[in-house]
């Protein structure tokens, strides 16, 4: 049969006191097999990293990082786009290919990146194309977040690559969705905005578009 020991400390003057809750219940403490420290309410040094487990399940629990600890990265999701083409021959905004995605927050306090890379826009014909950003919450219908109006001009048969980058704060954990929309910036403008995707020798130059969603 084990047995429990109290060890007295001959350098120490004060008393230990272990003390009886106020209970009519019968309760039974089990004292671990392992060398180690009692840690009390009281305790603000005493557990090491080295004492928890390696994996810390916290489902349904709510964790909050010290000020200044935020900006982890929670989530990141992608698309590519190497089919779609989109024309534009007036000042309406039209849908840039497949250059869209979805994002579903998992605190409303984060913040999402959105981030483009897009892909070979031509112009025929000189002018300015325009490119708009568009965001939807929970199904609630697009509406304009960003707009670069002069992201690419003048001469003819200009081609480019841009990256009309957002920071957004939509304050949901619904479905937040994100497109890219494209078009000529003036009606006076005698232009063809075309995004294509393609690099001159016929290859595909695919475009990007990333969502990052950041920790408060």
């Known amino acids: 049969m084990s047995s429990v020991k109290i060890q007295s400390n001959a350098s120490g003057t004060g008393d230990l006191i272990i003390a009886a809750p106020n209970t009519n219940s019968t309760r039974t403490i089990n004292l671990p097999d392992a060398d180690g420290d009692f840690v009390t309410t009281g305790d603000s040094g005493t557990v090491s990293a080295s004492m928890l487990a390696s994996t810390l399940d916290l489902s349904g629990k709510t964790v909050t990082l010290p000020s200044g600890t935020g900006g982890k990265v929670l989530q990141v999701v992608s698309v590519t786009d190497s089919t779609g083409t989109a024309v534009s ?78 920071i957004d704060t939509p304050n949901t954990t619904t479905q937040v969705d994100y497109k890219y929309r494209i078009c000529k910036r003036s009606s006076a403008q005698s232009v063809t905005i075309v995004y294509q995707n393609r690099v001159a020798d016929g290859g595909l130059g695919a475009s990007n578009l990333v969502l990052m969603e950041i920790a408060a």
């Open 89 to 166: 021959t007036s000042t309406t905004y039209v849908d840039m290919g497949n250059l869209n995605a979805s994002i579903t927050p998992t605190s409303s306090s984060s913040t999402i990146i959105v981030m483009a890379l897009v892909n070979n826009i031509r112009l025929n014909g000189a002018g300015q194309a325009a490119i708009s950003l568009e965001r939807q919450i929970n199904g609630g219908g697009y509406s304009r977040v960003e707009e670069w109006e002069e992201m690419i001009g003048f001469s003819d048969n200009t081609t480019a690559s841009v990256t009309p980058w957002f």
